[in-house]
């Protein structure tokens, strides 16, 4: 029933911004942590920042200083605005949350199904 829908992803200059989105919905009860993962080819999938319940947050250090992790708990969304972009960031980016159900009572990491950031000239 859970399932997390991503938005904003595309094509960029390198310098410019894109602003991802991923809104959770379905049977929830709470949403904890909310991540965003990235994932290039032949690499593994790394985590790129994170948010947790209250706001605090944490960021790869590849990524610090140039995107800004936030959340909307209203909506329960969680966004990641990303800019100086570089070449390097380009990946399939996704975004994941840990969210309890309420049928079955659970909670568990869920996954969206991944958007695409290409940095290129």
């Known amino acids: 029933q859970v399932q997390l829908v991503e938005s904003g992803g595309g094509l960029v200059q390198p310098g410019g911004s894109l602003r991802l989105s991923c809104a959770a919905s379905?049977?929830?009860?709470?949403?904890?942590?909310m991540d965003w993962y990235r994932q290039a080819p032949g690499k593994e999938r790394e985590l790129v920042a994170g948010?947790?319940?209250?706001?605090?947050?944490n960021y790869a250090d590849a990524v610090k200083g140039r995107f800004t992790i936030s959340r909307d708990n209203a909506k329960n969304t969680v966004y990641l605005q990303m800019n100086s972009l570089k070449p390097e960031d380009t990946a399939v980016y996704y975004c994941?949350?840990?969210?309890?159900?309420?049928?079955?009572?659970?909670?568990?990491?869920?996954w969206g199904q991944g958007t695409q950031v290409t940095v290129s000239s």
């Open positions: 379905g049977n929830i009860v709470s949403v904890f942590d």
């Open positions: 948010i947790t319940s209250g706001g605090s947050t």
């Open positions: 994941n949350a840990d969210i309890l159900s309420l049928t079955p009572w659970l909670k568990r990491p869920y």
